[in-house]
């Protein structure tokens, strides 16, 4: 059992700084929207179009990255998946072009896809119930470093360099040399940690049997609307920089504060939940909690100190971290077997939908002048989300969903 709790938290470290790298350069995109609007000399839909690139696919590509789990093993498609997300990598900082920039975009998608669902697939097989969350909570802690690294790092690599392509690169090195550590350390179970399982599952079937579980459905619902309501967190910099009258760097800083705000709130969040031996409680608790933040934030009149508006968005951040806990949620309303497809499906909607609502935003802004009407829109969508997850979904925590038979491959 100790061997196993090592080599757990090895792989756990591992794959968090493949997280941490991904979400630099996830984060790219959206950090260097003014840079890239001027240099491009694009419009804010055609920005938004641009990030899109990255998370449409992304989100498309959720429903095979959780059938991956089960038929490749979490191992493999980590490490291959990753390897297309270098190419995307590559390609994104040698291109000047809008084509260019959005293909690497849609690699980058594509690459990175597969890697969340796996990483708590890996999770969910090295650690036991009582750590679950609290590991799933430091992996997804990385991304907030990732982040913090792009919304800081971006801007002041620009502000004292001018040149943002160096750092990038520097990070795409870092996740070069952690696919060599991924490939040899990351082991697919502790049970037969040599050879990644290979289950042969009726796909169609078990899409059918997650569906008939009344149990998924309210946090599918609750995270594909959280969607839509976390969409300014890809338009912070140009909202602050444009409704709030903050600096480049200014605006970067605030942001990249909201990151590690996530760090923290990932931790802490994960953390709560285990030591409360709940999970409703929580996500209705720091969810409402982000809302109040937000309109504030909204309301917040420009030319404010600096330190006010890193404050609230510092807030929402820890808030914003509720994310985490519906892949808890799922992982214990779903049986074993079929969690990674459920959590693949859960993912894949909601990401899907706040991609198409990121480019709505922009030509929102473009078409009325102000980001008052978009910002009020993703509020009262997340009022509308608190409802129902506090009216439909149940406690879940210490739910053990009975296994299944997979059913024969057709």
Do not use: H
Request: charged share 10%; glycine share 10%.
């Amino acid at each position: 059992m100790e061997k196993q709790r090592q080599i757990g938290l090895i792989i756990l470290a591992t794959i968090s700084i493949t997280y941490l790298v991904e979400n630099f350069l996830r984060s790219a995109a959206s950090a260097l929207t003014p840079v890239l609007i001027n240099e491009l000399n694009i419009t804010r839909g055609a920005m938004g179009f641009l990030i899109t690139g990255y998370f449409l696919i992304y989100g498309v590509m959720q429903f095979p990255a959780g059938v991956l789990a089960n038929i490749l093993g979490p191992r493999r498609s980590i490490v291959w998946f990753t390897a297309l997300t270098c190419i995307g990598s590559v390609l994104f900082w040698m291109s000047y072009r809008y084509e260019l920039l959005f293909a690497a975009q849609f690699i980058m998608g594509v690459g990175t896809s597969v890697f969340y669902i796996n990483a708590v697939t890996l999770i969910s097989r090295w650690f036991p119930i009582n750590r679950r969350a609290t590991a799933i909570g430091v992996l997804s802690a990385s991304s907030g470093v990732g982040a913090f690294a792009s919304y800081m790092g971006l801007p002041l690599a620009v502000t004292l360099w001018g040149d943002w392509r160096t750092l990038y690169l520097v990070m795409l090195g870092v996740l070069v040399v952690n696919w060599g550590m991924n490939f040899f350390i990351i082991k697919d179970g502790p049970q037969n940690p040599e050879s990644p399982p290979r289950t042969r599952l009726n796909i169609a079937g078990s899409f059918k049997e997650i569906l008939r579980n009344r149990g998924f459905y309210p946090p599918l619902l609750g995270f594909m609307m959280m969607g839509f309501t976390f969409v300014l967190y890809s338009w912070i910099n140009q909202f602050l920089i444009e409704d709030k009258g903050l600096t480049y760097i200014e605006a970067g800083t605030v942001s990249s504060l909201g990151t590690v705000a996530g760090f923290i709130g990932c931790l802490l969040i994960g953390v709560i939940s285990d030591r409360l031996k709940r999970r409703k409680l929580p996500v209705i608790l720091f969810l409402g909690g982000n809302l109040l933040l937000l309109g504030g934030l909204i309301y917040l009149p420009a030319g404010l100190p600096v330190a006010v508006y890193a404050a609230v968005w510092f807030a929402m951040g820890i808030c914003g971290s509720i994310w985490i806990l519906f892949f808890s949620i799922v992982s214990e309303v779903l049986p074993p077997e079929r969690a990674g497809i459920g959590l693949g499906l859960m993912n894949g909607m909601s990401t899907i939908l706040s991609s198409l609502a990121t480019p709505v935003y922009g030509s929102l802004v473009d078409v009325t002048g102000s980001y008052f009407i978009p910002n009020i829109i993703s509020l009262g969508l997340g009022i509308l989300t608190v409802l129902v997850l506090a009216v439909m979904m149940k406690e879940t925590y210490g739910v053990t969903a009975p296994r299944t038979t997979p059913s024969p491959e057709s």
